[in-house]
């Protein structure tokens, strides 16, 4: 080879690289592109690298105006933006913090976000556990409703049967010292369980997973995508709007899909039902706490479903609450909630 030949070969441009083609990495460069000056970070399931391909990334954006999520999508990939304040970030709550503490930063001219990660960082086992505190007396407060309903109203036993489930689930999950995600709750739990002893087969069983199937799970999506039809519809001032803004987009219920089919189709059908278990219980609390304030009401919690299913104000069918799967009958309800008891009283030996 000629010097000649060596040096234009020297002087070609290089190949461009999977990571500049990568429809993922255009929709975060389409992100920073529109909020050119903002302190921009990814956290979630990217960070922890066990993303799959319908995962969108989670950026947090630092902005002084409080604004509710959005999302933006290239193509079949989705970005979420998190828009959180300065002060939010220089003292967040547990949840946030033990999250940020795996993020990574994209922007930060103002060096915000590294001492913010930094901190976090220091403060994660901490986090952690005030985040596992929290869940756990969440799921004995669900378990208490489990226990009152029961007898009288078993699709709202039911519902706070899986409530209690999915709190006992994220509580296991920080005690951990992982921050959960959850359409991967399924997957993280399983390793736990063969690391340590985790109530990995009583949250199970709480959970209702002998009732996943493709039908099972398909019922679900339907019955999610009415909610979110419902919250997303629905009237909002801007409080509400801070509070529930994450349904306002189409996209919204379009990544909640993307997810279950791909676990379908993946054929991770207890994984999905899980997921989209955890998706019924935040969207119907969710549902409940807007429906109250809307009607100047305290919420009663004991009595969720009723509130969105009866009266002249009702918001739902009682044939949606069979869609969510809340079907199952005194029995197993019953075992149910006397396995996950046993379970929330060992963790709560171990934080």
Known sequence: MSKREGAERTRAPPPVTKSETDPNTQTILSVLKTYPSNEVAIVGCHTARISRRSCEYDLVVVSSDPTPPKYVRAGEFYAKIIFRSEKELRNPDSELGASLARATVLRDGSLLLASTVANCRRRFKENCGKA????????????????????????????????????????????????????????????????????????????????????????????????????????????????????????????????????????????????????????????????????????????????????????????????MGMVRQVELLKAGADSLRSAVSALATRI
């Open 132 to 323: 596992a505190q929290s869940h756990l007396a969440a799921a004995l407060k669900a378990l208490g409703r489990v226990d009152e309903k029961v007898a009288q109203d078993l699709p709202e036993a039911d519902f706070w049967l899986t409530a209690a489930a999915t709190d006992l689930c994220v509580s296991e999950i920080f005690s951990s010292l992982q921050v959960p995600s959850p359409s991967h709750l399924f997957a993280q739990m399983k390793g736990l369980s063969k690391r340590k002893s985790a109530s990995f087969k009583e949250w199970t069983d709480a959970s209702g997973f002998k009732l996943a199937s493709r039908s099972s799970c398909e019922n679900r999506l339907e019955a999610l995508t009415v909610l979110y039809d419902v919250l997303r519809t629905t009237a909002m001032d801007m409080p509400l709007a801070l509070r529930f803004g994450r349904y306002r987009a189409d996209d919204a219920i379009a990544i909640v899909r993307g997810k279950a089919i791909e676990l379908l189709d993946s054929r991770e059908t207890i994984e999905c039902y899980s997921f989209l278990g955890y998706e019924v219980v935040k969207t119907v609390l969710d549902l409940h706490a807007m429906h109250c304030y809307t009607l100047s009401k305290e919420p009663d919690y004991s009595n969720v479903t009723k509130e969105l299913t009866s009266g002249p104000d009702r918001l739902i069918s009682e044939e949606l609450l069979k869609g």
